[in-house]
């Protein structure tokens, strides 16, 4: 039942939809031919066009013309808008602000124009919504701090649509710049709607590429320059495992000494989207190497038996650790602010 219900719906709404077409066509039509087929003083013809304001006209044949025509120019602006929205990565946003001044402004001028049409005089309409607008304004600071912080947001630049951003704790992707309000969604599908003008201190995860941690630890008996020299032989494989890898990884050194393990770190650049996938997949990819390598990876344990014996490293191992520690360093110089903020 809740299956037909909504196709039913999308069925109604297609419908709908081509029936505007279809009437915004004909309406053109008649326009451009009108005045070749109707009589130019006869009274459709007077009420139909509403570029000619000669003689009499059926107001309710004028109001129709009015709704087609200004909802249907409406309509194709925000289209043309659309259209030059595809063609930009960046300015989505403005563009959906456009949109929705056109329309609220079609709706104001098709009010007054019907107004117009049934004898209102507009003019005092028109003065006395330009008092009430004083009136409002100075009551509506916040809601005019809100818009004007959106378009801020807008021609500024600061973020877009599809950017990640972090607002206050809460990190998520934006999915709409309103006039008021901006939508961020988390990754749980949760959407925040703050105002504009709260918008004060944001982080925009997309304009770089962000950087993807990963640290393991490994027991204090196993030799740390031989896993160093298997790390340089089997760094490259890790970034081929990991297609979503820009930069690196690159191997940072020690980064603790904990109480169980010595606590290696690694270190990626991805685009914001895919790092915690990223840091995830490296974790999977150096647990399987060290385990090919028979380096273990500790845990807290009682033991209970003779302690494990670790293998001895070599002459070979320890000048390619070396080198390797160098290179990386060197390699990761510019990853040093990002991983202190993490560490």
Do not use: H
């Not at 020299?229 to 990991?242: G, Q, R």
């Not at 399987?288 to 014996?309: A, G, K, W």
């Amino acid at each position: 039942m809740e299956k037909e219900k909504k196709q039913f719906k999308v069925t109604f709404e297609l419908g709908f939809k081509y029936a505007c077409y279809g009437i915004l066509g004909v309406y053109a039509i008649l326009m451009i031919i009108g005045r070749f087929i109707f009589k130019p003083m006869s009274l459709f013809w007077r009420s139909l066009n509403i570029f000619g304001n000669a003689g009499e006209f059926n107001p309710v044949i004028r109001i129709i013309s009015y709704v087609i025509c200004v909802l249907g120019a409406s309509y194709l602006i925000r289209l043309v808008i659309k259209l030059l929205e595809n063609l930009f990565k960046r300015g989505r946003a403005l563009m959906d602000i456009f949109c929705s001044l056109v329309n609220a402004a079609a709706y104001v001028i098709l009010a007054f124009l019907i107004l117009k049409t049934v004898g209102v005089d507009t003019t005092a309409i028109l003065a006395g919504i330009g008092i009430l607008g004083l009136v409002v304004g100075l009551g509506a600071q916040p809601l005019i701090s809100d818009i004007l912080a959106g378009f801020f947001i807008v021609f500024e630049r600061l973020f877009d649509i599809g950017d990640i951003i972090v607002v206050d704790g809460f990190r998520g992707t934006v999915k709409e710049i309103g006039i008021r309000t901006t939508q961020i969604v988390d990754a749980g599908g949760n959407i925040k709607i703050i105002n504009n003008s709260d918008l004060k201190s944001i982080v925009n995860m997309t304009n770089q590429l962000s950087l993807a941690i990963c640290d393991i630890g490994i027991e204090y008996g196993e030799s740390l320059e031989r896993v160093e020299a298997i790390l340089k032989e089997n760094l490259p494989k890790i970034k081929e495992a990991i297609p979503d890898i820009k930069e690196g990884p690159y191997y940072k050194g020690v980064a603790e000494l904990a109480d169980s393990a010595v606590v290696i770190r690694f270190v990626a650049n991805c685009d914001e989207g895919n790092k915690y996938q990223v840091e995830r997949d490296m974790n999977r990819q150096f647990k399987l190497l060290f385990d090919r390598n028979n380096i273990n990876i500790p845990f807290p344990q009682v033991v209970l038996n003779q302690p494990t014996s670790f293998e001895t490293v070599t002459k070979n191992q320890q000048a390619k650790a070396k080198t390797f520690v160098e290179e990386q360093k060197e390699l990761s110089k510019g990853f040093a602010e990002g991983d202190i903020n993490n560490n």
